[in-house]
């Protein structure tokens, strides 16, 4: 089964490189989506050598890791990986994230934050963000994880076909958590650690994740 | 009554303006139809307007004709408001499609 880790950059010519370096020898092939970033991501990223889709204009990390499955799947992915580009993750984690998947056990796999492993998250993130996120999740969508907000996952071919990612902002992670439910996909959690550099998603980004969840529900 | 004849002219502007906008072409049959009929209704709402504080008030309504026009017409900005809000996530979906298609092409 091939690998493929879909990596969605934005302005992060810090990590990149790094990130790169780490995630590369444990993947079959990494993809950055270099999502219209203003920086020297896309010059980094292409002196890597490796495969990368360049967005002209920024659309979302939701529409980056859309592009990243299309590409993946036309190029023969047993299995997807989600990953960030800031640091934050551990490649190292990737196997245990990709286990339940190889030995036929999910289709696909959600990292969590909340499972056991230490992360060093900001007071009010784990206090009030997360379990906002948690409230908004099952009020919306009807539906939560341990970890309600994870951008760490792992997805098998079949999974990925049918997740379709419309949320082109940071709502997608919800949005998965959702399509995974109603496809009927056999879900697992993984804990998994998260480093924090910088605070991520604030209330203001929690509050938009709500308006597009809101407004989806609206119209579709 | 004066305050009528002055809706009714700008009333007139507007629909002059719009004919002169669709002589141009600058804007299409559908969407200078909605406006014909807006601006048309809003005439004839001025024309019959003692006619409408009578159902008004039959209507139990306390306020006058002028001011259910008023409600009306922002319910119906909300309306239009809404409608150029699903315009709007129509629109960046399908510029995210567009990005796609070229980032995947290259």
Redesign the interface.
């Known amino acids: 089964m091939k690998t493929f880790c879909i990596i969605p950059a934005y302005n992060e010519e810090k990590n990149i490189s790094q990130v790169i370096a780490k995630v590369k020898p444990l993947v079959d092939e990494i993809v950055i989506?270099d999502d219209?970033s203003i920086d020297k991501t896309y010059e980094l990223a292409k002196s890597a050598g490796i495969t990368i889709?360049?967005?002209?204009?920024n659309?979302g990390q939701g529409?980056a890791l859309?592009?990243g499955n299309?590409?993946a799947l036309?190029n023969g992915a047993g299995i997807i990986i989600h990953f960030d580009a800031d640091g934050q993750f551990l490649a190292e984690e990737i196997k245990d994230v990709i286990a339940p998947l190889r030995s036929g056990q999910a289709d696909i796999v959600f990292g969590s934050r909340f499972l056991g492993k230490k992360s060093n998250m900001p007071r009010f993130k784990k206090y009030v963000i997360i379990p906002l996120a948690h409230l908004a999740n099952r009020i919306i969508i009807g539906k939560t994880l341990t970890d309600p907000q994870s951008g760490f996952r792992a997805l098998t071919r079949t999974g990925a076909k049918k997740i379709k990612i419309?949320q082109?902002g940071m709502a997608h992670n919800s949005e998965i958590i959702f399509q995974a439910f109603n496809n009927k996909l056999r879900i697992t959690e993984v804990p998994i650690t998260v480093i924090y550099h910088n605070f991520g998603q604030r209330l203001g980004g929690g509050l938009k994740i709500i308006k597009d969840l809101i407004?989806a529900r609206l119209?579709n | 009554m004066l305050q009528q004849v002055l809706a009714l002219i700008i009333i007139a502007f507007f629909l002059a303006r719009l004919f002169w906008q669709k002589q141009k072409k600058q804007i299409n049959a559908n969407e200078f139809i909605f406006w014909l009929i807006f601006w048309l209704l809003a005439a004839a709402a001025i024309i019959t307007l003692k006619w409408i504080d009578k159902i008004v008030d039959k209507l139990g309504f306390s306020g006058s004709g002028i001011d259910i026009l008023l409600y009306v017409a922002i319910i119906i900005l909300f309306y239009l408001i809404f409608r150029l809000?699903?315009r709007l996530?129509k629109i960046?979906?399908d510029?995210?499609k567009i990005?796609?298609s070229?980032?995947?092409k290259?």
Request: no cysteine; aromatic share 4%; glycine share 4%.
């Open positions: 989506v219209g889709l360049h967005h002209i204009i659309r529409a859309a592009t299309q590409y036309a419309e082109d407004l119209i | 809000r699903l996530v960046e979906k510029i995210t990005v796609r070229i980032a995947i290259k």
